[in-house]
């Protein structure tokens, strides 16, 4: 089975610009989870998904961050417009909730 | 919101030592998660462990509800097994879905 998918796995771009991160959950997943990892903070839980619905989105920084789940097998989380602080790796994970959590590998965000 | 604390923040390791590390949480749990972050950055599910003790290979963890803590066990550690290894927890209250995760222990296995 394919694991979570993430693209792009490595991302640079400049300041002001919309950066989109997108995520394939494993198939019959029915929980999905943006997380963001950085030095200072370790991993922060941005946004969950359950059956496609945005269930907690506290975790979301500000405005300029957005998530969707438009279908059980893909996701996305926008940041518009981007700043240098936003910089960090960020992991989509999917579970049969409340069970297991698989993590995809992350995609790196560079904000320049 | 539920605290998780995990201890010791570091270890340095001879290959073949084993290790124990721990996890407490402030208030009761339905979910508990045992995760290692590999040197590459790549997350990998040990244990779901809310309650009991699992055994995986070299690795077993067991988690006392009751007492609000758990405990991973690395036995003859190799250098694979190197990285940080993060205890993640979803209280009873509140998001059920918020899996909060504790600092992590950073594990060093020397050869």
């Known amino acids: 089975d394919a694991g979570v998918i993430q693209s792009p796995r490595h991302e640079v771009t400049e300041m002001g610009q919309e950066v989109t991160l997108r995520c394939k959950p494993i198939s019959g997943h029915n929980s999905l989870f943006w997380y963001r990892q950085t030095m200072m903070r370790g991993l922060e839980l941005l946004i969950y998904?359950?059956?496609?619905?945005?269930?907690?989105d506290s975790g979301m920084p500000e405005d300029r961050f957005s998530a969707k789940m438009p279908n059980a097998s893909f996701s996305t989380l926008k940041i518009q417009p981007s700043e240098p602080r936003d910089s960090a790796v960020y992991f989509c994970?999917?579970?049969?909730?409340?069970?297991?959590?698989?993590f995809g590998e992350g995609s790196r965000l560079t904000v320049l | 919101g539920i605290q998780v604390e995990q201890s010791p923040p570091d270890l340095i390791l001879q290959e073949g030592a084993n290790s124990t590390l721990r996890c407490n949480f402030s208030d009761s749990v339905n979910n508990l998660q045992w995760f290692h972050q590999n040197p590459w950055g790549q997350l990998i599910n040990l244990f779901y462990i809310p309650s009991g003790t699992k055994q995986n290979g070299r690795l077993s963890a067991t988690t006392v509800a009751t007492e609000r803590y758990s405990l991973l066990y690395i036995s003859s550690s190799q250098t694979t097994d190197s990285g940080v290894y993060f205890c993640?927890?979803?209280?009873?209250?509140?998001?059920?879905?918020?899996?909060?995760f504790g600092k992590g222990t950073k594990l060093s296995v020397k050869p």
């Open positions: 993640a927890v979803d209280g009873y209250g509140g998001s059920q879905g918020n899996l909060i």
């Open positions: 998904f359950n059956n496609n619905v945005p269930i907690d």
């Open positions: 994970a999917s579970s049969f909730f409340p069970g297991e959590l698989f």
